[in-house]
């Protein structure tokens, strides 16, 4: 079955960098458009960044700049760089992945990343 797999979270100083990676499993990834959320402690789940079928990348204002994400169709995988890392940051990040044909949406477990200030 369609599956999500996140990691490379951790606790990281502020100004300090982590990447986090999401392998896929169980989908055609490349006609999925997949972004990354975050939840952090009695907050609404935020979208963080997406990147569409065709490459084309958004993000949310908070982090533009700072975050960059990106997708390896080979490796049916998705990657969030995440640089200058700030207190505000501190949340669960998870993958998600929308079929642009299916309208499936597949969540990950999620991975903590933790920014000590």
């Known amino acids: 079955q369609a599956q999500l797999v996140e990691s490379g979270g951790g606790l990281v100083q502020a100004g300090g960098s982590l990447r986090l990676s999401c392998a896929a499993s169980?989908?055609?990834?490349?006609?999925?458009?997949m972004a990354w959320y975050r939840q952090a402690s009695g907050k609404q789940r935020e979208l963080v960044a997406l990147?569409?079928?065709?490459?084309?990348?958004n993000y949310a204002d908070s982090v533009k700049g700072r975050f960059a994400i990106s997708r390896d169709n080979a490796k049916n995988s998705v990657y969030l760089q995440m640089n200058s890392l700030k207190s505000e940051d501190t949340a669960v990040y998870y993958c998600?992945?929308?079929?642009?044909?299916?309208?499936?949406?597949?969540w990950g477990q999620g991975t903590q990343v933790t920014v000590s200030s």
């Open positions: 998600n992945a929308m079929g642009v044909v299916t309208r499936l949406s597949v």
């Open positions: 169980g989908i055609i990834f490349k006609d999925n458009v």
């Open positions: 990147i569409l079928i065709d490459g084309r990348t």
